[in-house]
């Protein structure tokens, strides 16, 4: 029995040092990026957030009702320091990226490859069972304590001020640990789940509900946010009282999903999840006519779900939309000062700004299931998938063309469901509630920009297939600059490096009708250059 044990994870070592030699580079971007953000934010909040004044100021913006639901509640007692301005900011938004990094190596270390039939010839060879598996496990924590150890140095040397050893020890360990938690999820996920998108797709709906939860417990209740395993990383309170125990809750929730995750392995078959994949059609539907209907019907899953889980996202937002403007609640005085009436105009104006922001935090999220779309096109040609309809006379331009139309509709009706959801909860909480046609701004305005971010994408992957990886740099990058470009004070060039920050701030303004036209058109010519792209060069090859 021993040795059946010890079988089961023979060269598990040897399998973590060849998957650390293969991801060196893509672990060193994921440590660039985040760990540079986290750096540099810190060096710079000396500057921004150095004085009484400043400091006084954004805590009383911290504490509104819309920057909580963003960053999560704020616990810092006074005095407040610069620290605790950084660690209020940073915290959630550092962890929401935790989350995805992990998610990402999880489901490509194991289901992925699985899929590919990388599993099975690793298996060919002497091998443990659960090798493969306990070489991933290894790898995820890896990762998590290098970038531990590198927002823990970047901060040490930063000279913030306010910050302790401990603060910045403590915010290391935290961010490391949520986001093994989340890949141990993952990893749970890519067992349940009998292929990569279905793996990817419940590893974000756990992100996605916790992060709800959080959301909503901290603006209504902020006691109840302990319900959220996300909601977790608030409760560390650094650089004040420095509390561990939240950090022993993910430790403990870790190893359950773990468990879990090695038994599910042992009872289930190689490229097989527990929940199977339904049997097709004895006949094909009478849908299925062609390339469009066909990637539309292999991905109608991913629309659905991906509809459905930001209209619930539009809907959370909204229905904070009655706290968030409401300005006696969270300044009485200066709302008996005011007057009726202009507390208002001043609640309705806060709405406004708070749903401006969240406008470009659906674009770049219904980004996401777009890109997927079309890097499916070289992923599915890669493996072989496509050869039979390359066989057919169906010219490579149409399959080119129906990834890209699924794409743009997967893109569109995410983002009008989002839009949808706010509308909807913003109508049943509000007395004075904004009018769908003042949200719709938001969705004609930021549309262009979508379609320009995912023309870009077409661009790549039709002359750099190669270099595809390199399209997340436009959501993520989009996302940070326009986040945090207030808090930050980035310069206006900062934020136009992204097609998300070229749009002007809809639904508080109208929509500017020559920017659209002229986004359109940038985003045609971009599909062109992609489509001849594509065209011109030659299939990729497993």
């Not at 507390?343 to 299931?369: E, G, Q, S």
């Amino acid at each position: 029995m021993a040795k059946m044990k010890h079988s089961s994870y023979q060269q598990s070592g040897f399998l973590t040092r060849f998957n650390l030699r293969r991801d060196w580079f893509v672990i060193l971007v994921w440590l660039v990026i985040l760990g540079g953000l986290m750096a540099s934010v810190a060096f710079k909040f000396n500057d921004l957030y150095g004085s009484k004044d400043s400091i006084s100021s954004i805590v009383t913006t911290l504490k509104m009702p819309a920057m909580v639901s963003l960053f999560g509640t704020f616990v810092a007692k006074a005095p407040y320091t610069t620290a605790d301005i950084f660690a209020s900011e940073m915290m959630v938004f550092m962890a929401l990226f935790m989350a995805v990094m992990n998610i990402y190596f999880a489901v490509r270390n194991t289901r992925d490859e699985e899929s590919n039939g990388m599993l099975e010839l690793l298996r060919a060879h002497a091998i443990g069972k659960q090798s493969p598996l306990l070489a991933a496990t290894i790898e995820l924590f890896l990762i998590n304590l290098l970038m531990g150890l590198f927002y823990f140095g970047g901060l040490q040397i930063s000279g913030m001020h306010g910050m302790t050893v401990t603060g910045n020890l403590l915010i290391g360990a935290g961010l490391a640990t949520v986001g093994f938690m989340f890949g141990s999820a993952a990893l749970l996920m890519a067992q349940i789940s009998d292929n990569p998108r279905g793996a990817t797709m419940l590893s974000y709906l756990f992100l996605g509900v916790t992060y709800l939860v959080r959301m909503i417990t901290d603006v209504q209740n902020a006691d109840l946010t302990w319900w959220s395993p996300f909601g977790w990383v608030e409760k560390l309170s650094i650089y004040h009282e420095n509390n561990w125990s939240p950090i022993l809750l993910m430790v403990a929730l870790t190893a359950v999903l773990l468990l879990l995750t090695f038994y599910a392995s042992r009872h289930r078959d190689v490229d097989a999840g527990l929940l199977a994949t339904r049997g097709g059609r004895k006949r094909a539907s009478v849908f299925l006519t062609g390339p469009f209907s066909l990637v539309m019907r292999l991905d109608r899953l991913s629309l659905i779900v991906w509809v459905l889980a930001v209209i619930v996202l539009g809907i959370s937002y909204g229905s904070i939309f009655g706290t968030v403007g409401d300005i006696m609640k969270t300044n009485p005085l200066m709302g008996k000062l005011m007057g009726a009436t202009a507390v208002d105009a001043a609640n309705r104006a806060i709405v406004l700004k708070f749903a401006a922001l969240l406008m470009i935090v659906f674009a770049v999220l219904v980004t996401v299931p777009s890109v997927q779309t079309l890097l499916r096109i070289n992923g599915d040609e890669r493996k072989g998938w496509l050869e039979q309809i390359h066989a057919k006379a169906i010219s490579r331009g149409h399959i080119f063309s129906s990834y890209v139309a699924v794409a743009l509709i997967i893109g569109t009706l995410s983002m009008f469901a989002a839009v949808f959801g706010l509308w909807l909860a913003n109508n049943s909480v509000m007395d004075n509630p904004l009018s769908f046609a003042r949200l719709f701004r938001g969705f004609i305005g930021y549309l262009p920009a979508l379609y320009v971010t995912l023309g870009i994408s077409i661009v790549i992957i039709g002359w750099l297939p190669r270099f595809q990886t390199v399209i997340w740099a436009l959501p993520v990058y989009g996302l940070i600059s326009l986040y945090f470009g207030n808090l930050l004070n980035l310069p206006n060039w900062a934020e136009n490096l992204t097609p998300y920050g070229w749009i002007n701030q809809v639904p508080v303004k109208a929509v500017d009708w020559s920017q659209v036209w002229i986004l359109l058109g940038v985003a045609v010519i971009l599909f062109v250059i992609g489509f001849v792209g594509y065209k011109r060069r030659d299939l990729i090859e497993n």
